[in-house]
């Protein structure tokens, strides 16, 4: 339609309304498991393959983070204040690489895993207990956890290394490897069993 030789434009024949427009549902642009090409100079198939295996990570980091944090909360005893703080130190840490890995599975054109009941369902590391356990208990099973992602991420770094994937593999060689051995190492300290006043 025409107003005095010039056609409306849609901005200015559109009212504006601030009400938000809610309930909205429409079709999925992307079925979780399922790759869209992405112009990075990689095969699907090794694309594929690693975001598979990155999801895989991704899960049981994220479940690692979630652990972290639960003995943060519930951790008790004479060694609270060191753990408390350490736990919490440790979560951030691995908070930093789940972004990473979700950004990755997005890069090589995956969709990352995201929601607990999804991570819960997909995740390799045994599931804790609601209640309050030990400290030697709940380091065990940090260093546990720790030891299934460490096997996972060194097995994607030969697996990328055969993709041709130097992003992937930089990513667990470069980040996820280190940071996590560095955590082992200070929570494995803390369940070896010296003397505390006097030496032997």
Do not use: C
């Not at 990689?42 to 944090?69: C, F």
């Not at 992937?168 to 803390?190: C, G, R, Y």
């Amino acid at each position: 339609m025409k107003s005095n030789g010039k056609a409306k434009s849609p901005a200015k024949s559109a009212r504006l309304d601030p009400t938000p427009i809610l309930n909205q549902r429409g079709k999925l642009l992307q079925e979780y498991g399922k790759i869209v090409h992405m112009p990075i100079a990689l095969e699907a198939k090794a694309r594929q393959e690693n975001v598979d295996s990155l999801n895989q990570v991704l899960a049981d980091v994220i479940t690692l983070r979630d652990l972290y944090k639960k003995h943060h909360w519930q951790v008790a005893g004479p060694t609270f204040y060191q753990l408390h703080l350490l736990f919490d130190k440790h979560a951030d840490e691995l908070t930093e690489l789940v972004d990473s890995i979700a950004e990755r599975v997005q890069i090589m054109g995956g969709l990352a895993i995201a929601m607990a009941a999804d991570v819960a369902e997909t995740t390799k590391i045994p599931r804790p207990p609601r209640g309050r356990e030990e400290v030697p208990v709940q380091i065990d099973r940090l260093l546990e956890a720790h030891e299934i992602v460490l096997k996972e991420a060194r097995d994607l770094v030969e697996q990328s290394d055969d993709n041709k994937d130097s992003g992937t593999n930089d990513l667990m060689a470069s980040k996820l490897i280190p940071i996590t051995e560095f955590q082992v190492w200070f929570v494995s300290e803390h369940v070896v069993d010296v003397p505390v006043v006097r030496a032997e």
